[in-house]
């Protein structure tokens, strides 16, 4: 799913209540996302012992979203007009931060990495036995790969982001705005389809078997595989993913929805319900953006690994070796036990059973 730079009706009078309303809103969303997704990547890079394949998806996941809130646009578009841009240096803002064509980069980067992660545990529970499950080194080149796809989907995006000496209402032309989509509607269907249809379609389907092998054909936990610990280790991540495939739809559908419904429509139509097309274009914009500060949340903060390595950064940071000391012998105590923590369960499980 990618990103869209509204324009306003009444973009050159004063602020409305709504403007206000909504960078309000985003600055509740970007602020404590900035700082979530920081955090996120701080814990895996200063613990080796989180440098997992899962963890390295996680974090590429943080950087995405982390770049994607640092360059959102919500927080003063509504004001840009004010602003006068000329020649090369207008069309270079319009692309970096005002039309902003590198978030589209970054939202399609989550999209992709969240979808490798759906991907990875569907392999890694439901079909464990085939070979092919990611490792530290193909896992590098797997991100990799998805920063280029991401990219390439945006090189159109990228392009006609330009400077618009002729626009009243908004400096920059954008396909993602309303007044621009119409033109670059082949790109806005291969988006929305691609990368907010097919990637619901492929976390609903991988998250779908693995509760059904949990709880209904029990192949993924039988009776005489799990103990108690893993059962509840399993319930506990069929609750996750239960989540995760809800926040990531509620997040990104209603984008893809909306966009999918302009292209339909005639132009009459869209003229005639402008002003309630418009406000509907912020708010799914905003629930795009969402997704980015629920991420750290849903993917990471529940998980006790990543809150006992926020607590030992905040220890060290702070001169108290004592609680290092504490969570270090917790860690050997674990690992004496055959222990491991998958991040995304935050609960303890055997190393056989860990995703």
């Given at each position: ?141 797997v991100i990799a790969v998805l920063w ?44 929305c389809a691609g990368f907010g249809l ?121 001169g108290m070796p004592c609680c290092k ?31």
């Amino acid at each position: 799913m990618i990103n869209a730079s509204l324009s306003s009706s009444e973009a050159d009078g004063p602020l409305t209540t709504a403007d206000i309303v909504f960078a309000v809103i985003y600055s509740l969303i970007v602020l404590p996302g900035i700082v979530g997704n920081s955090i996120i990547i701080t814990i895996v890079w200063k613990n080796s012992s989180m440098h997992t394949t899962t963890n390295y998806l996680l974090m590429n996941l943080a950087v995405a979203d982390l770049i994607t809130l640092l360059l959102c646009p919500g927080l003063y578009d509504f004001v840009i007009t004010k602003v006068h841009l000329q020649g090369i240096t207008g069309d270079l803002i319009c692309k970096l931060f005002v039309g902003n064509a590198i978030v589209p980069i970054t939202i399609n980067v989550g999209v992709l990495t969240v979808s490798t992660i759906a991907v990875e545990r569907y392999m890694a529970l439901v079909k464990p036995f085939r070979n092919a499950k990611l490792t530290k080194e193909s896992v590098k080149y797997v991100i990799a790969v998805l920063w280029l796809l991401a990219l390439l989907s945006c090189i159109p995006d990228i392009q006609a982001n330009t400077y618009n000496i002729s626009s009243t209402k908004y400096p920059c032309k954008r396909p993602w705005s309303l007044d621009e989509y119409f033109l670059h509607k082949p790109f806005i269907i291969f988006t929305c389809a691609g990368f907010g249809l097919m990637s619901s379609s492929i976390l609903i389907f991988c998250y779908f078997e693995i509760i059904r092998g949990l709880y209904f054909t029990r192949t993924i936990c039988s009776e005489s595989t799990c103990n108690v610990e893993e059962k509840k280790a399993k319930k506990q991540l069929a609750r996750l993913v239960i989540w995760l495939a809800i926040v990531f739809a509620a997040c990104s559908l209603p984008f893809s929805v909306y966009f999918i419904f302009l292209v339909s429509a005639d132009r009459k139509t869209v003229e005639e319900n402008y002003d309630v097309l418009f406000e509907l274009h912020r708010t799914s914009r905003v629930l795009l953006f969402s997704n980015s500060f629920f991420n750290p949340l849903l993917y990471a903060l529940q998980s006790s690994n990543y809150r006992d390595g926020f607590k030992l950064i905040c220890n060290v940071n702070s001169g108290m070796p004592c609680c290092k000391r504490t969570n270090a012998v917790r860690s050997l105590s674990l690992t004496q036990r055959g222990e491991t923590l998958h991040p995304s369960q935050g609960v303890f499980v055997k190393k056989e059973m860990a995703v």
